[in-house]
């Protein structure tokens, strides 16, 4: 059975930043997609950015584009989720997700999710 745990959510302040992590057990990913979304108070989940198979591809929202930077390590079957500059719009429960069905970027998500993690960002 494939699980996704996500970790590395917290509190920080405006301007701060995180990083996010996504551990993949139970089936190898190197050979597919893999994304964040996120899920504000009161909102729909919404896509954030997703990585190629190789990492070669990587596509972001406009609200994070500059400021967050989507990697992964395929040896640790692990996706990142590097956040800088992060501001009060970004918090939200931040979704790991993994498309088996396709190697390339895409927008919309797979029926594989984590648990997510929650990021609180105060001003």
């Known amino acids: 059975q494939v699980q996704l745990v996500e970790s590395g959510g917290g509190l920080v302040q405006a301007g701060g930043s995180l990083r996010l992590s996504c551990s993949v057990s139970?089936?190898?990913?190197?050979?597919?997609?893999m994304g964040w979304f996120r899920q504000g108070p009161g909102t729909e989940r919404e896509f954030v950015a997703t990585?190629?198979?190789?990492?070669?591809?990587?596509n972001y929202a406009d609200s994070v584009k500059g400021r967050f930077t989507i990697s992964r390590d395929n040896a640790k079957n692990t996706l990142f989720l590097q956040m800088n500059s992060l501001n009060p719009e970004d918090t939200a429960v931040y979704y790991c997700n993994a498309r088996f069905d396709r190697s390339g970027i895409y927008y919309s998500p797979g029926p594989t999710w984590g648990q997510g993690t929650q990021v609180t960002v105060s001003s």
């Open positions: 139970g089936r190898t990913v190197s050979s597919y997609a």
């Open positions: 990585i190629s198979w190789s990492g070669n591809s990587r």
